[in-house]
């Protein structure tokens, strides 16, 4: 369950949906049971460290869900699955992410409180959330 933004450039008219929340598929579950599916959810590079660590490691737990970053330089804005891989007594192995324009390390982002941010089309600061496109979705 989660929400999907709406963004739309008031310059060039872009537009586009960023996720928070758990999907079908995307959500917390333990590695025997995402290694149990028949599709890869998340990047190979993701998955691949999840196969290893399940061979090091007994009882490991995932905790994914879809977020939305920024990068803190550039302020393009990106959603997605963040992977957490656990024990009941630590974080083994947590996502990190990075601009695709500027290679910047991208931070975490309360979409509530964003007004605006850089238009991946045309490059202004005009991309502003349309309340009116909000979605809800399971």
Not at 104 to 133: G, Q, Y
């Amino acid at each position: 369950m989660g929400d999907a933004f709406a963004y739309k450039c008031r310059k060039c008219g872009y537009e586009e949906y960023f996720n928070q929340g758990h999907g079908f598929l995307v959500h917390p579950q333990s590695v025997k049971e995402y290694l149990g599916l028949r599709t890869k959810l998340f990047h190979y590079k993701t998955h691949n460290k999840i196969v290893r660590l399940a061979k090091e490691n007994k009882n490991l737990m995932i905790k994914a869900t879809f977020q939305i970053y920024i990068c803190p330089n550039c302020e393009l804005l990106y959603d997605k699955a963040e992977v957490k891989v656990y024990d009941e007594n630590k974080t083994i192995h947590r996502s990190r992410f990075r601009c695709s324009h500027c290679n910047s390390k991208l931070k975490l982002t309360n979409i509530h409180r964003l007004s605006r941010a850089t238009c991946p089309v045309c490059k202004k600061k005009t991309f502003h959330r349309d309340h009116a496109l909000h979605e809800l979705w399971d």
